[in-house]
Every structure is written in C-alpha cells, then in structure tokens.
C-alpha cells in the first residue's frame, strides 16, 4: 500500500481526521508553556503534530514515523523516552492552558508499524490524564487504515 512510504505520516493523519471528521477540529496547536516568573527565553516552541478537539475534550496525537518503533537497552524494549516527555509535556502544559473550563486533555504517541515484533499499543493513567501509545499498520487496505482511525477517535471521544 503506499501510505508504507508516505513521507509525512503526521500530515496524512492530520487530513485524514480534517477531511473525514471535520467535527473534531484538527488542526496543529500551539501550545503555550506553563511558566511560573515569566522567563521563557531559550525555551521550545510546543506545536502539536495533530489536535483533534470536540465538546471539550480534547487529543494530542504526535505521530512517530520510525525505522525502529521501540528503543532497547539490556534486551529491554521501551518507548522512545524523549517522545513519552514530549507527548506529557503537551499534555500538562494544555490541561493548565485550559484552566477551570470543563475539559479531558489526552494524549497519543501514534507510531507508523514497522516489521518489528515489539509494537507497542498500551494505555497509561499520568497525573489525571490518559496517554495511549498506537500502531498504526500503513500497509493494509484504506479502508482498514480508516477503521483505527475511526476507533482512535471514538475511544476517545466517546461517540
């Protein structure tokens, strides 16, 4: 299937959610750091891959296209240590930006699957919010490819 080679997995799942769910609202979001004494020289731009919001919830998706879904270190495999902090990151800094409106702020490290064997599709509860690690297999049928996404979005959204 194409998508296996598709060069900006990040950009593919953004139009998919704008063109088939529009009721999400996914656009990249910029998301301002939750500072405590106004000091933010030096620090990084946050700009999400993908946010999808809706009725006051809301998903941050980082897509990861990697050679290597995992890392390993001793036989152990893990989860790719800057891109946990960076999803986490997002996550917290939005849940203050949000401050006392009604909200759910989630997170998703969405990984492109690779011939590993290891693919990592787990669920965590971090400080009050859910962050959720998928694979998405880019070498099936669109339709198929359009069912997870569908059930990426309805897992979170609850529609």
Partial sequence: FFLSSFPN???FILEYFRYHHPEYKA??????WNIDDGMIDFLPGMVTDITLKSAGKVLIIDAK???HTT???FGVHTLHSN??????????????E??????????????AKTDESVLPNNEYRMSGNKITVRTL???????????????????????
Avoid at 148 to 154: G, M, R, T, V, Y
């Fill in 137 to 159: 297999d880019l070498n099936r049928e669109f339709a198929d490819i359009s069912a997870d996404l569908n059930a990426i979005a309805s897992a979170h959204f609850g529609i």
């Fill in 98 to 111: 949000l401050g006392d409106k009604p909200h759910e702020v989630s997170g998703m490290l969405l990984y």
């Fill in 65 to 67: 296209y990697y050679g």
């Fill in 27 to 32: 656009n990249p979001d910029t998301i301002p």
């Fill in 9 to 11: 997995f990040s950009f």
């Fill in 83 to 96: 891109n946990l902090y960076q999803i986490f990151t997002y996550v917290k800094n939005k849940e203050h």
């Fill in 71 to 73: 890392q390993t270190q």
